[in-house]
């Protein structure tokens, strides 16, 4: 999309109708040119969500974590997993149950 100049209006013009349908078009237009074309899926996940994917205990989840299974990263106060870190582990069968 081509950006065009700023047009500016005198005290004595009107904006029609028609001007602000034109403007809303172009900012939709910009909109959907500008988002992503792919949904945003979560790439981490909380300690509890962990547990609840692979419907494991705390205690199994701390075991995991101790072996180095599940890799943690901290972002401020709160503790996160890689969701494609976690698939792998479930696709390799490296979650005993």
Do not use: C
């Not at 047009?7 to 992503?36: F, M, S």
């Not at 705390?58 to 299974?69: H, S």
């Not at 943690?72 to 490296?94: C, R, S, W």
Request: glycine share 2%.
């Amino acid at each position: 999309m081509e950006h065009s100049k700023p047009t500016y209006l005198t005290a004595n013009q009107l904006v029609t109708k028609e001007d602000l349908n034109q403007a809303t078009d172009r900012i939709l237009q910009h909109i959907l040119e500008t988002q992503p074309k792919e949904p945003l899926v979560y790439k981490w996940l909380k300690a509890s969500e962990v547990r609840k994917l692979l419907k494991i205990s705390p205690n199994t989840f701390t075991k995991l974590k101790d072996k180095g299974l599940l890799k943690p990263i901290k972002i401020g106060a709160i503790t996160y997993f890689n969701v494609d870190e976690i698939e792998q582990l479930m696709k390799t069968n490296q979650l005993k149950r």
